[in-house]
């Protein structure tokens, strides 16, 4: 669904590489809400949210891969992902860490 929404934008691929991230980067809260609103199981949903998390940000870089091709590169230098992903997993594993 994402890449349909995609082609419709103009071939700027910053543009495109900005809308994919917003519709391809978890929202965990969004997960958590509507498991309660469909009576679904909270305590288990948040249970799986840290592994639903890593596979997110895991698979993205192959989506985006996937999705933009060439125009990946174009849009940013993957020495760039590096300071977000600690950015993002050093909080995690930090925390991780201290729980335990």
Same mark, same amino acid.
């Given at each position: ?18 809308? =994919?991230?917003? %519709? #391809?980067? *978890?929202?965990?809260? $969004? ?5 309660? &609103?469909?009576?679904?199981?909270? /305590? ?10 890593? =596979?997110?940000? %895991? #698979?993205? *870089?192959?989506?985006? $891969? ?5 125009? &990946?590169?174009?849009?940013?230098? /993957? ?22």
């Amino acid at each position: 669904m994402a890449w349909l929404l995609v082609q419709w934008l103009p071939a700027d691929p910053a543009l495109r590489l900005g809308v =994919l991230l917003v %519709l #391809l980067v *978890p929202c965990t809260y $969004w997960f958590i809400t509507f498991s309660q &609103l469909g009576k679904g199981s909270v /305590p288990r949903a948040i249970a799986v949210t840290p592994i639903n998390l890593l =596979l997110h940000l %895991l #698979l993205l *870089p192959f989506y985006l $891969w996937l999705m933009l091709g060439a125009e &990946l590169s174009a849009a940013f230098a /993957p020495a760039d992902i590096w300071p977000a992903l600690v950015v993002v997993l050093g909080p995690l594993a930090a925390a991780a860490l201290s729980e335990r």
